[in-house]
């Protein structure tokens, strides 16, 4: 049974770079598709990025822009998120989850086990 714990999150200023990570089980981050996912105070949570065990990825180019970069660590059973030129309205709680093995999807329904979340606050 997968169990997901983000870390990471922080303070950061409008610009900044940052790396969340997600740490699985082992073998989980080889196995399943591994998802980002972020919501806002008083938003529906919103697909970041996901990447398929092939190493395929899904982006959402609405919200990314080629500003995130997903990647996984399989000898770390680890799932990364990198982001940069961060804005305020990106400011969110973001949640690593997992689905069944499968294209990537940009679908929060589609994944099954979901982590506690890390804060993100971007200031201006």
């Known amino acids: 049974q997968a169990q997901l714990v983000e870390s990471g999150g922080g303070v950061v200023q409008a610009g900044d770079s940052l790396r969340l990570s997600c740490a699985a089980p082992?073998?989980?981050?080889?196995?399943?598709?591994m998802g980002w996912f972020r919501q806002a105070l008083g938003k529906e949570r919103e697909f970041v990025a996901a990447?398929?065990?092939?190493?395929?990825?899904?982006y959402n180019e609405e919200v990314v822009k080629g500003r995130f970069t997903i990647s996984r660590d399989n000898s770390r059973n680890t799932v990364y998120l990198q982001m940069s030129s961060l804005k305020p309205e990106e400011t969110a709680v973001y949640y690593c989850?997992?689905?069944?093995?499968?294209?990537?999807?940009?679908?929060?329904?589609?994944?099954?086990?979901w982590g506690k979340g890390t804060q993100v606050t971007v200031s201006s």
């Open positions: 989850a997992a689905a069944q093995p499968g294209n990537p999807s940009g679908e929060a329904r589609s994944y099954e086990k």
């Open positions: 082992p073998r989980a981050v080889m196995w399943y598709t």
């Open positions: 990447i398929a065990r092939s190493g395929h990825t899904r």
